[in-house]
């Protein structure tokens, strides 16, 4: 199993970020996947999550209308674009994918923001 986040980076607050979490390793489609992070000093958090086939999302609450993930099985990838980037974004963002009680953790990327 392989899970290889990207897209984080520094970003002044307002701005924009597309992370994305390539997987191989294992039948992507059969997993709903989720986007956590996780600030220093803080718990990891669950910010959003799909279905297996994309059907169905759910985001926390900080992060509604400013959030979206998408997932696309054929490029075996799931994204999560940030928009409206606020300082209390900044954390190390974390893709899982769970299926019973398999799940798989990928490393993570950082997202900073800061002016």
């Known amino acids: 199993v392989r899970l290889v986040e990207s897209g984080g980076g520094l970003v002044q607050p307002g701005g924009s970020l597309r992370l994305s979490c390539a997987a191989s390793?294992?039948?992507?489609?059969?997993?709903?996947t989720s986007w956590y992070r996780q600030a220093p000093g803080k718990e990891r958090e669950l910010v959003a999550g799909?279905?297996?086939?994309?059907?169905?999302?759910n985001y926390a609450n900080s992060v509604k209308g400013r959030f979206t993930m998408s997932r696309d099985n054929a490029k075996n990838t799931v994204y999560l674009q940030v928009n409206n980037l606020k300082p209390e974004d900044t954390a190390v963002y974390y893709c899982?994918?769970?299926?019973?009680?398999?799940?798989?953790w990928g490393h993570g990327t950082q997202v900073t923001v800061s002016s």
């Open positions: 899982n994918f769970r299926r019973g009680y398999t799940v798989y």
């Open positions: 390793g294992f039948t992507f489609s059969s997993y709903d």
């Open positions: 799909i279905s297996s086939l994309g059907g169905a999302t």
